[in-house]
C-alpha cells in the first residue's frame, strides 16, 4: 500500500462543475502539498499546508491531521484547470513521498 | 523576475557517458531540491540543500548519482556513467522558507540511449 494515496485517478468534468480531488496518507506528517502539472509538464505548487484550510482563487485545499486526509476543491471549473493534480507528503525525518496523482480533464 | 532556471532543457546521450544538469534557483531563496519524474514511479526528491548542504540524500538511486551546491546561486546533478534506466525528466526546485512553497523549474528531459 503506497503512503500516499489519491483519488480518484482520473477526473473528467463539465465546465463550471464543483470538484473534489482527495488525499489520504499514512503516516505522521509535517506539511501536505498540493501540485498542479500542466499538459506541457510545468510544476506550479499550489499549496502547501499543515493544519486547517487555504484559499487561492477558486482553488480550496483543506487538510484534517487527525484523519490524514486532505482535500483539493476548484470552484467553477474551467478548461484551463485540466492537469494532473499532485498530493506530497513531508514524513517527520525529512522524507518526502508523492502520491500518484490525480487526471483532471475539464471540457467545455 | 526569473524562476528557477534549468539547462539543458533537452539532453540525449549514450549510456555510459557523463551527464551534468544544472539549475539556478531564484536570488534569495535558501532551499534547494532536485526531483526526477518518470512514468513507472512517477515523482521522487532525489536530493535537497538547506543554504547548500545536502540534508537529505536518500532519495538518490546509486553511487553513480551526485549532487553538489558550490554556491546559494548553482546546484549541479551529474550522473556517471548514464544507464537507459535514468531517462526521465529532472526537475529542480527551490524555496525562500520552510513555510513557502517551492518554484519548481521546467526540467530538463534527459534519454539515455
Known amino acids: 500500500k503506497n503512503e500516499v494515496e489519491q483519488s480518484p485517478q482520473n477526473l473528467t468534468a463539465q465546465e463550471g462543475e464543483f470538484i473534489t480531488i482527495n488525499c489520504s496518507y499514512s503516516?505522521?506528517?509535517?506539511?501536505l502539498h498540493w501540485l498542479q502539472q500542466h499538459p506541457g509538464g510545468g510544476i506550479v505548487s499550489l499549496f502547501m499546508l499543515s493544519s486547517g484550510k487555504k484559499k487561492h482563487g477558486r482553488l480550496i485545499a483543506t487538510i484534517n491531521i487527525q484523519e490524514k486526509h486532505s482535500s483539493l476543491h476548484i470552484t467553477a471549473s474551467h478548461p484551463r484547470d485540466s492537469a494532473v493534480y499532485i498530493c506530497?507528503?513531508?514524513?517527520?525525518?525529512?522524507?518526502?513521498?508523492f502520491g500518484a496523482g490525480t487526471i483532471l480533464r475539464v471540457k467545455s | 523576475d526569473a524562476g528557477v532556471i534549468q539547462s539543458p532543457r533537452h539532453e540525449v546521450t549514450e549510456m555510459g557517458q557523463e551527464v551534468t544538469l544544472r539549475c539556478k534557483p531564484i536570488s534569495g531563496h535558501n532551499s534547494l531540491f532536485w526531483y526526477r519524474q518518470t512514468m513507472m514511479r512517477g515523482l521522487e526528491l532525489l536530493i535537497y540543500?538547506?543554504?547548500?548542504?545536502?540534508?537529505?540524500d536518500s532519495g538518490m538511486p546509486e553511487d553513480r548519482f551526485s549532487a553538489k551546491m558550490p554556491n546559494a546561486s548553482f546546484s549541479t546533478l551529474k550522473i556517471q556513467p548514464s544507464e537507459p534506466r535514468d531517462s526521465a525528466v529532472y526537475f529542480c526546485a527551490s524555496r525562500s522558507d520552510s513555510n513557502q512553497p517551492q518554484h519548481f523549474g521546467d526540467g530538463t528531459r534527459l534519454s539515455i540511449l
Open positions: 540543500f538547506n543554504n547548500n548542504v545536502p540534508i537529505d
Open positions: 503516516v505522521g506528517i509535517s506539511a
Open positions: 506530497a507528503v513531508w514524513e517527520y525525518g525529512n522524507k518526502l513521498v
